[in-house]
């Protein structure tokens, strides 16, 4: 597609319930991410997929966190049994072959799905 | 390890003047610098970024930043600011395959 898009936009949920979050990156591109951003601070990394696989998820932030990558294209993070500290916008982003171990290329985002645990 | 500080979580100019956002880095290796625009509502776009050619680097919407190795900055800056450019602005810096980001900068623009 013409870039990276996410849905749903918005999802509001109960404390306790599972949510599945989907990302559709830029066509080509191998290379995904995905992000969290809190009211009024910085985003921070969570996940990152080379293909189908996930060689960094070390931002994730607990077990309830999971991640996969199907076709090398869309991927769904799921969060078990939300809570409300996990109320934020989640952002993917995706980028070409990146150099190994080190990645110049532009992170293209999408705009994003705003998630509220009550 | 790689970090990012951003001065000033909102910065207000008035229309027509100089934009100066500010961010400082520490990294251990030499960094690849990126700055990122988010408009409200919106996703976040690149407005230029910083991977060890030339040290002034241009972007887009008349913005530019300068990489100062002996300072660690990569300040962003525009002549003349106009109300289309009111906007979060934040600044990244690359660890591995991470981008390590800023807290952002509000900018307001005076009318």
């Known amino acids: 597609g013409a870039g990276v898009s996410q849905s749903p936009s918005n999802k509001v949920t109960e404390k306790g319930k599972d949510v599945e979050l989907r990302c559709d990156p830029i066509?080509?591109?191998?290379?995904l991410y995905w992000y969290r951003q809190s009211l009024g601070q910085g985003l921070e990394f969570l996940i990152y997929?080379?293909?189908?696989?996930?060689?960094?998820k070390s931002g994730l932030p607990s077990d309830r966190f999971s991640a996969e990558r199907t076709g090398g294209s869309v991927s769904t993070l799921t969060i078990q049994r939300t809570q409300q500290e996990d109320s934020a916008v989640y952002l993917c982003?995706?980028?070409?072959?990146?150099?190994?171990?080190?990645?110049?290329?532009?992170?293209?985002f999408g705009p994003g799905t705003r998630l509220t645990v009550l | 390890a790689q970090s990012v500080t951003q001065l000033g979580s909102h910065v207000s100019v008035s229309e027509g003047a100089l934009v100066l956002l500010r961010c400082n880095y520490s990294s251990s290796v030499p960094p690849y610098l990126f700055w990122y625009v988010q408009y409200p509502n919106q996703g976040l776009q690149l407005l230029l970024k910083?991977?060890?050619?030339a040290t002034l680097v241009k972007g887009i919407n008349g913005f530019e930043a300068e990489f100062k190795k002996s300072e660690t900055s990569f300040h962003l800056t525009k002549p003349s600011a106009h109300m289309r450019d009111a906007a979060e602005y934040f600044c990244a810096v690359t660890l591995g395959h991470q981008l390590i980001w800023g807290a952002g900068t509000k900018l307001i623009i005076k009318p």
């Open positions: 910083y991977t060890s050619a």
């Open positions: 982003a995706s980028s070409l072959v990146g150099l190994a171990g080190v990645h110049t290329d532009t992170q293209y």
């Open positions: 997929f080379q293909g189908n696989s996930a060689p960094d």
């Open positions: 066509s080509g591109h191998t290379a």
